[in-house]
RNA sequence: GGCUCCAUCGUACAGCGGUCUAGUACAUUGCCCUCUCACGGCAAAAACAGGGGUUCGAGUCCCCUUGGAGUCGCCA
């Protein structure tokens, strides 16, 4: 039987994004199940919109999210280009127009945009009318001597159906008519989409053609294009599209969605990100929570092509979060951490290019720097942060020591006055505590302290919270303490003195 | 506007003609746990877009309306 091949053709025109993310998943998920290929193709005809310096992050981005068993980074890394398979299309292009399938039409754009608008004005279908698809040699002949370019037009047959059966979406019927003759090669040499890709997948023995639904309505177009070759049709797929949370429309790169490169930079976990996706593009019947977070194997098995929905998704940032947060619990504390400096020393930094983080890089550099205080934190984080940046905000106080005069004490039930004297008190007593003072130890003598003057014990944590971290919200009390050592409490609490 | 497609709580999914008094997760609210914040546990509130059919019976099938998405390039 005939391996099945499945292929996944981004342009390099911007970052990618979730929509990118979902493409990959189910193309690996599905190339998996059938024990198939799945291949990474450049995109880059388009010499106007191309971005050389995207395709890096783009081919980073891929590794990120998982594997691929063939791409750029192969062995003959040319042939996944479009751009350096030129002379394959025109190749291709010669044999129609010598098989009289495909013509040399003359108009400038000027011309046509008449053509279209007259078009428009009779209430016609804006389809180009083929004016030049039957020129007599003379008429060819003068365009040339008049030094006019052409593009090169696919015939398409008159009064035709046709007729594809999509997984997803089912059978797609569309008139040749409300299509017309439309263009494969550009004046200046370049093929058009709608044709390279038909070769290309042609070549690449591409069997499952799995994309977005934005390329639904080009299907009968490329179906045209495999007719006039008498190419073997691939079976088409189409996916829906995941929709902007707080605008209309789907995600785009012109609509500035958030790239995986940003999701990555802020700590999220590829497993996390392809998870979601599963979750709110495929249908399963979810019986408890523990059903809905998947490990990256589980989530792979799920994919099926009975399951994927037609329904366009909003796009959910407080569930991604929640389920990166998961995943994030789903790692021992060993894992954890040595993800987290990976991300630390890499991934982090990619955020530069999105926002300043000159904050965050001080307090990132200050943790990885210190064995010590990484192997106490996770711990105490890993049930407090949804994503790896969350760690570097979270921890800000231990290299940051508060404003002491803007201080609110309100929490502590107490008047700032009564509060600036037991800071007194605490201070005493801790500075005849005897080291080296574990967390347990802080605790009992705080427990003793508040017997001694009466308060509760809560008001009393809440008092040395504040004070210590300048923050009423902190990782447990005793712990960060005991990460902030002796020496850095007495000196925090000496400043209210 | 033409064409293609979609339509269940705020969001995402379950439901495939009777078992739906419509289930689950996120978000929201309350309670429990608790040194705060989280995590975890328990509970509440919250939806079949509207109108016609078909049928003994419709969230489930059909049609229309409305709403949404995509597409109509010498972009991909």
Redesign the pocket.
């Known amino acids: 039987m005939k391996i099945r091949k499945f292929r996944i053709?981004p342009?390099p025109t911007g970052y990618l994004h979730l929509g990118h993310a979902k493409g990959y998943l189910i193309n690996y998920a599905l190339a998996k199940k059938y024990n198939g290929k799945f291949i990474l193709r450049i995109?880059d005809?388009?010499q106007k919109?191309n971005k050389p310096e995207v395709i890096e992050s783009m081919l980073e981005d891929f590794r990120w999210l998982g594997e691929y068993d063939e791409g750029p980074k192969s062995a003959t890394p040319d042939e996944y280009y479009q751009s350096q398979r030129l002379h394959i299309y025109q190749k291709y292009i010669d044999h129609l127009l010598n098989e009289g399938k495909a013509y040399k039409a003359y108009?400038?754009?000027d011309e046509?945009k008449e053509i279209?608008n007259k078009l428009r004005v009779e209430n016609k279908?804006?389809v180009?009318p083929g004016y030049h698809r039957d020129l007599t040699p003379e008429q060819i002949e003068a365009y040339e001597k008049e030094g006019r370019?052409y593009?090169v037009r696919l015939k398409v047959p008159k009064n035709e159906k046709i007729v594809f059966e999509d997984t997803v979406?089912?059978r797609?019927?569309?008139d040749a008519d409300?299509i017309g003759d439309f263009?494969i090669q550009?004046?200046?040499g370049?093929p058009?989409?709608?044709f390279a890709v038909v070769v290309d997948d042609h070549e690449m023995g591409i069997t499952d053609v799995v994309r977005g639904?934005?390329?639904?309505?080009?299907t009968p177009k490329q179906i045209l294009v495999y007719k006039a070759f008498g190419w073997d049709i691939p079976r088409f797929t189409h996916f829906s599209?995941i929709?902007n949370e707080n605008k209309?429309?789907?995600l785009s790169k012109r609509d500035g969605a958030k790239s995986l490169l940003q999701f990555r930079a802020e700590g999220y976990l590829p497993e996390a990100i392809l998870n979601y996706i599963v979750?709110?593009?495929s249908?399963?019947?979810?019986?408890?929570?523990n059903d809905?977070v998947m490990t990256k194997d589980q989530i792979f098995n799920q994919i099926d092509e009975s399951k994927i929905?037609?329904?366009?998704?909003?796009f959910?940032q407080?569930?991604l979060d929640?389920m990166n947060?998961?995943h994030i619990?789903l790692l021992s504390l060993g894992e954890l951490k040595e993800r987290f400096i990976k991300w630390g020393h890499t991934d982090f930094y990619y955020l530069e290019r999105f926002t300043d983080i000159s904050n965050q890089k001080y307090v990132l550099e200050k943790l990885l720097s210190d064995q010590h205080i990484l192997d106490k934190v996770f711990p105490l984080l890993n049930?407090?942060i949804s994503k790896f940046i969350d760690v570097l905000t979270n921890l800000q106080f231990l290299f940051f020591r508060p404003e002491v005069n803007n201080l609110d004490f309100s929490p502590t039930n107490h008047t700032g006055q009564e509060c600036i004297e037991q800071i007194r008190g605490l201070y005493d007593i801790m500075s005849k505590l005897k080291r080296p003072i574990s967390h347990p130890d802080w605790e009992s003598a705080i427990r003793l302290k508040a017997d001694e003057i009466g308060w509760k014990?809560?008001d009393l944590?809440?008092l040395l919270?504040i004070s210590i971290t300048g923050s009423?919200?902190?990782?447990?009390?005793?712990?960060v303490l005991e990460i902030l050592g002796w020496d850095e409490v007495l000196e925090r609490l000496k400043m209210f003195l």
């Open positions: 053709a342009s995109e005809t388009d919109r108009e400038t754009e046509l279209m279908p804006l180009y370019k593009v979406f089912g797609i019927e569309v409300t263009v550009r004046s200046n370049y058009i989409y709608n639904r934005q390329h639904l309505i080009n599209d929709l209309p429309g789907k979750v709110i593009s249908s399963f019947h979810f019986a408890s929570r809905e929905l037609k329904t366009n998704a909003k959910n407080a569930k929640w947060g998961m619990r049930t407090r014990h809560g944590f809440m919270r009423r919200y902190s990782p447990p009390l005793f712990e």
